[in-house]
């Protein structure tokens, strides 16, 4: 199966080029780490001890830019790393300014579409769904709800997200490239979804059962795992573009 192909080609990505995968991201992902420990931590400190939820708030924002930036500066360094093989010579990545705002922007214009298509999915299926939630069958409901929306959402955001590398390596391509050239890709990308959520899944069943109740090993596992999952997703997005916009072979 081509989905599941992608899915080991783009951990294949990360794990062999583990060297690489460091220098592009730890440190961005080091101070992504410290923000939350310094800015949340703190701000829950607080509230706990009765400076009430303003600064948590503030807090909350700071630390949600940092995360955006320093999530921005890892995807766009890795994808010129695997597509251009521009290797960074420390371990800290250049930042292309230009190209972690043109990846915004057009991240932006993939979550706008992508929020406007799940309101109406939701909408729509809701509404179905809803009789079978009040007839006390909560499961059935939450199993459809995942195979009629989240499902369906998951393809879209996959085909349309593969055009986001373009933006990372300053090629001039349409907004839909990702759509276009996916296009008669929707099973396979629809086998992607599905191992991609259940790996997800499966990885946040072993910390709740085997790390929650351990706070020191729970956070490690978080690290690493936070990593890794931050650096397959962006794997997928380089290997959909490179497969299947550049025409490059799985191998």
Known sequence: MKGLHILTHSIRQVIGNLDGALKVSIVPYAIQAVAGLLLLGGAMGMARSGGGMAGFGIAGLLFFLVALTTSLWIAVAWHRYILLNEVPSGFVPPFHRDRVVAYLLRTLGYAILLILIALVFGLVVGGLLTPIAMSGRMGL?????????????????????AGLPAAALEQGTDFMVGWQSTSGATFDIAVL??????????????????????????????????WLVTMVGISILTTLYGHYVEKRALV
């Open 141 to 161: 409901a939450m199993l459809l709800s995942a195979l009629l929306i989240q499902l369906p959402i998951a393809i879209l955001a996959f085909r349309f997200t």
């Open 193 to 226: 979804a599905v191992f991609a959520v259940a790996a997800n899944l499966i990885l946040g069943f072993i910390d709740l059962y085997l790390f929650s109740g351990v706070r020191i090993l729970s956070m490690i596992w978080n690290l690493i795992v936070g």
